[in-house]
């Protein structure tokens, strides 16, 4: 049941100033440069360029908060520093971090946003900053191989040989799918700087005969196919109502008779409310995509049944819908 929230959580809900400590850490890349030494601030300082005593306050902050030790007036890394914010560290996850920085200004503006109805972007940073955008895939590549596997056993896809991954990313998806569905080809169709990190991991895995790497604007290009399944995972998001519903009417014709359309996205509930996360992701999305928006599931239901997909069901409630083309339909033209 929902809680009363004190004063103090209140408060703690809207200082946003621990966020900004952290994300200008990253930004300075201070975890790295202390990678498993203890440094004062003034030898940190000469390193950037900084000034001692300002970002000595920086780094008795970051001690606070956990994140940095200090023993007399040396710091270093905590544990949780050390594992996910040094650049060298298997799990980095920095670039993440370095994406919510790149997002600070319009941030900023969304009352702007909520007054006037107009985003502040015309397009998505992954568009206007493609370094940045492919470090992050790099990241969410690693965290989705883990959640990968499971989400690919729930799907079953024993019977299916072709499925089209429609801006699959760096691949991780396909990857994953291709080591549980021994039969299974994959098409990753997504812009061509994308693919460049997708060829990456594609090759790492071995796997460049049954993965095959599509450049392209999904809403304007041929998907090629005709296949047995295509998979939009995190993508509708990103877009308008009438570009989704377009989307997915393309997809019915991309399919082979009895095929089927996979969507997966950060659904809210019915109520808008829920889950708490998703209502959190809907107003970045707001403020950082122009036309883009978090949907309900009965959005994306009435896209797929509208375009004439049969048996439109919620597979996993808030994530995944799946809908199949009937069999003897009109014939695919791609």
């Known amino acids: 049941m929902p809680r009363d929230l004190s004063l103090a959580e209140i408060f703690q809900l809207g200082y ?7 994300l200008t850490a990253v930004k300075l890349d201070l975890f790295t440069l202390m990678d498993g030494k203890e440094q004062t601030a003034a030898e940190l300082a000469r390193r950037i360029h900084a000034n001692t005593e300002r970002l000595y306050l920086l780094m008795n902050a970051l001690v606070a908060m956990r994140i940095l030790t200090k023993h007399a007036d040396r710091f270093a890394n905590a544990p949780a520093a050390q594992t996910y914010l040094v650049k060298t560290a298997p799990q980095y996850v920095g670039h993440l971090l370095l994406l919510q920085d790149a997002e600070w200004d319009n941030w900023g503006k969304l009352e702007e946003t909520i007054r006037t109805g107009r985003s502040p972007v015309a397009q998505h940073l992954f568009v206007t900053n493609p370094e940045l955008g492919t470090n992050v895939l790099s990241v969410l590549d690693r965290i989705g191989r883990q959640s990968g596997p499971d989400f690919a056993k729930r799907l079953k896809l024993d019977e299916v040989e072709t499925l089209l991954d429609l801006g699959g990313g760096a691949a991780t998806n396909a990857i994953v799918f291709c080591g549980l569905y021994p039969n299974l080809k994959v098409t990753v169709f997504d812009l061509p700087a994308t693919l460049t990190t997708a060829e990456r991991r594609v090759n790492e895995a071995g796997l460049q005969a049954r993965i095959d790497l599509r450049p392209g604007d999904f809403n304007r290009d041929s998907w090629g196919g005709p296949y047995q399944a295509v998979l939009m995972s995190d993508i509708l998001h990103y877009q308008g109502l009438d570009a989704n519903a377009d989307l997915v009417k393309k997809a019915l014709v991309h399919l082979h008779d009895d095929g089927r359309l996979i969507i997966k996205d950060r659904f809210l509930d019915e109520s808008g409310t829920g889950p708490a996360w ?28 509208k375009a004439g997909f049969q048996s439109v069901t919620e597979v996993e409630r808030t994530a995944v819908v799946q ?9 695919p033209h791609v």
């Open 278 to 305: 998703a209502t959190a992701f809907a107003v970045h999305i707001l403020v950082n995509t122009e036309q883009g928006r978090c949907y309900k599931v009965s959005d994306a239901i009435h896209w797929m049944e």
């Open 16 to 22: 946003y100033w621990e966020t900004k400590i952290l």
């Open 323 to 331: 809908g199949f083309r009937e069999k003897e339909g009109p014939t």
